[in-house]
């Protein structure tokens, strides 16, 4: 089983439309747990951190649960410009592992 | 604030030359840094990770060698560069290696005929 697993997608959706994306990983004795945003050609760039008990940025919802080992990203109101690659990010212990992504093209 | 500077940003080299990639970090001392290679439509691959000047880890035998000389300054090298060693290499900054995020530098792009 791999450290961090995503739906690689793609998933295309209309502009407006609700978007989740799940995550799931290996290590049950993670603590830290991210998702990153990466658009075609160019550096990753953090999104959000995701905390127990869950955290909202604007139209971005990260929850975690970790019974299942699992994390997920809930977008609403998707943009045009939320077209991208979506990695999820948790510790495993030593280190950060990085999914390979789940891309995202949102279209009008 | 923190600032991370990669480059060049993009290489093409010939198969067998030599490389040499830096990353300097700005506004922040004591980082742990990072290289990473992303080969096309792939994920992140950790390559090295240094939590102090000299204090370099490998995390995959490979033809690539890693240094920290100063704090804030990460490079990567090889003596001979093979086909394989094509792709997006990245470095990366953080405050500590387990549970704050990590930052990326631009990238740099790298081709090998």
Redo the contacts between chains.
Sequence with gaps: RKEVEQDPGPFNVPEGATVAFNCTYSNSASQSFFWYRQDCRKEPKLLMSVYSSGNEDGRFTAQLNRASQYISLLIRDSKLSDSATYLCVVNNGNKLVFGAGTILRVKS | SQTIHQWPATLVQPVGSPLSLECTVEGTSNPNLYWYRQAAG???Q?LF?SVGIGQISSEVPQNLSASRPQDRQFILSSKKLLLSDSG?Y?CAW?RD???????????T?LSIL
Aim: a positive charge; charged letters at 20%.
């Design positions: 792939r994920g992140l950790l990770y997006f990245l953080s290696r387990f549970y704050q995020p990590q930052h990326f530098g631009d990238g792009r």
